[in-house]
């Protein structure tokens, strides 16, 4: 697998706070992808990157943020969450070109209270 | 734009049943890819198949096979003799050309198999 680590797995936070995510891999892969997966809606796009300091938005991108400052590392940042962003978060790599398949991490369970 | 129908939100069958996983799909691109993963209560996700749009071959692996067919747009997937570890949410993905790279998933099917 691409080893792909995602930080925290779990987290519990207030209405309000900033939240960030963190996706780190060791395989040097180019594309970078924040999903969040909920019940009925599977598999929703937040934001991607296509290269270092290279990123755009997905389908669900309102209140989300992200950088890449490094290859190895995707953050994904709650501005200020809300209890409609609880959720679980995926991160996915894709090498070999972009209709590879993605590779996921572990996923991290954000509830927000 | 691009879209994903898995119309079955929920399957349950009994051990050594065969069961037909159903996605069918939307792209105006010419050239595009068909993904399925699973993932198991374990939550992870796993990358089962990958196929191009010019492949409409089936394929098997195992107790796995899929049913690629452009002329109904569909890529079901058929588990044989299905067992208990079987049991996950299975979701189809489609991945086109130029901005469409991005995968798009369906909803995702889960399936249940009982002893």
């Known amino acids: 697998d691409a080893g792909i680590t995602q930080s925290p797995r779990h987290k519990v936070t207030e209405t309000g706070t900033p939240v960030t995510l963190r996706c780190h891999q060791t395989?040097?892969?180019?594309?970078m992808y924040w999903y969040r997966q909920d019940p009925g809606h599977g598999l929703r796009l937040i934001h991607y990157?296509?290269?270092?300091?290279?990123?755009d938005k997905g389908e669900v991108s309102d209140g989300y943020s992200v950088s890449r400052s490094k290859t190895e590392d995707f953050l994904l940042t709650l501005e200020s969450a809300t209890s409609s962003q609880t959720s679980v978060y995926f991160c996915?790599?894709?090498?070999?070109?972009?209709?590879?398949?993605?590779?996921f991490g572990n996923g991290t369970r954000l509830t927000v209270t | 734009a691009q879209k994903v129908t898995q119309a079955q939100t929920e399957i349950s069958v009994v051990e050594k049943e065969d069961v037909t996983l159903d996605c069918v799909y939307e792209?105006?691109?010419?050239?595009?890819?068909l993904f399925w993963y699973k993932q198991p209560p374990s939550g992870e996700l796993v990358f089962l198949i990958r196929?191009?749009?010019?492949?409409?071959q089936n394929e098997i692996s195992g107790r796995y096979s899929w049913n690629f067919q452009k002329s109904t747009s569909s890529f079901n997937f058929t588990i044989t003799a299905s067992q208990v570890v079987d049991s996950a949410v299975y979701f189809c993905?489609?991945?086109?050309?130029?901005?469409?790279?991005?995968?798009?998933f369906g909803k995702g099917t889960l399936l249940t198999v009982n002893p």
């Open positions: 996915a790599t894709q090498g070999n070109g972009y209709n590879s398949p993605l590779h």
């Open positions: 395989e040097n892969h180019r594309y």
């Open positions: 990157s296509y290269g270092v300091k290279d990123t």
């Open positions: 792209t105006r691109d010419t050239t595009y890819y």
């Open positions: 196929r191009n749009s010019f492949d409409e």
């Open positions: 993905a489609l991945s086109g050309e130029g901005s469409n790279y991005k995968l798009t």
